[in-house]
């Protein structure tokens, strides 16, 4: 099942993947549903609320995500910003197990992915994702393994100043084909 606020239920419709809205990850609408659905494992990809404990206890291998950097580097909301605020980014996407805080789990899986110079942040979190699809898929198929909480560095939203830094050494959060993507992404939805 896939419980997001924002689902693509024209693209899950044809595999037979139930769309459920909820607007809160933890709340009574989600735990109806994942009582409903009686999952194994949830599995979480990029998402933007952090699951409770309680929350994971409804699934009886609690879940993992897949987030699009190396962790323990860029915990947190947008790593694609903090990998491209480094001297020499370095990018890749990596397979947690989802814990009560955020992307602090244990890592199941990872791989560097290389990206060509002066690619956005945006256009680097969608290379990322696509690329983390066979990491996924793996940990998937062996749900019960790395179940222990490791606490891991955090990467908050990004302040005003590494903006501006990043903005002087000519690395782009996102440009005009970015938008045009994404504009495309949300009529389609």
């Given at each position: 099942m896939?419980?997001?606020?924002?689902?693509?239920?024209?693209?899950l419709a044809g595999h037979g993947i139930p769309v459920v809205e909820v607007?809160?990850?933890n709340g009574p609408a989600m735990a109806a549903a994942i009582d409903t659905a009686r999952p194994d494992l949830l599995v979480s990809f990029h998402f933007d609320q952090i699951f409770r404990a309680?929350?994971?206890?409804?699934?009886?291998?609690?879940?993992?995500?897949?987030h699009p950097a190396l962790l323990?580097?860029?915990?947190?909301?947008?790593?694609?910003i903090w990998a491209l605020a480094e001297p020499e980014p370095c990018f890749g996407v990596t397979i947690h197990r989802?814990?009560?805080?955020?992307?602090?789990?244990?890592?199941?899986?990872?791989?560097?992915?290389p990206l060509p110079p002066g690619i956005t942040a945006s256009a680097a979190a969608r290379a990322l994702h696509l690329a983390g699809v066979p990491l996924l898929v793996e940990a998937i198929a062996?749900?019960?393994?790395?179940?222990?909480?490791?606490?891991?560095?955090?990467?908050?939203?990004?302040?005003?100043?590494l903006l501006r830094h990043l903005a002087r050494q000519g690395r782009r959060l996102a440009d005009a084909a970015d938008l045009r993507r994404a504009l495309r992404?949300?009529?389609r939805a």
């Amino acid at each position: 099942m896939n419980y997001g606020l924002r689902p693509a239920p024209g693209r899950l419709a044809g595999h037979g993947i139930p769309v459920v809205e909820v607007a809160d990850v933890n709340g009574p609408a989600m735990a109806a549903a994942i009582d409903t659905a009686r999952p194994d494992l949830l599995v979480s990809f990029h998402f933007d609320q952090i699951f409770r404990a309680e929350t994971l206890a409804l699934a009886p291998w609690g879940g993992i995500n897949l987030h699009p950097a190396l962790l323990p580097r860029h915990r947190g909301p947008v790593p694609t910003i903090w990998a491209l605020a480094e001297p020499e980014p370095c990018f890749g996407v990596t397979i947690h197990r989802l814990a009560a805080r955020i992307d602090a789990g244990a890592i199941l899986a990872q791989r560097e992915v290389p990206l060509p110079p002066g690619i956005t942040a945006s256009a680097a979190a969608r290379a990322l994702h696509l690329a983390g699809v066979p990491l996924l898929v793996e940990a998937i198929a062996r749900p019960k393994s790395g179940r222990e909480v490791v606490p891991l560095p955090y990467c908050p939203f990004p302040p005003p100043d590494l903006l501006r830094h990043l903005a002087r050494q000519g690395r782009r959060l996102a440009d005009a084909a970015d938008l045009r993507r994404a504009l495309r992404l949300t009529r389609r939805a």
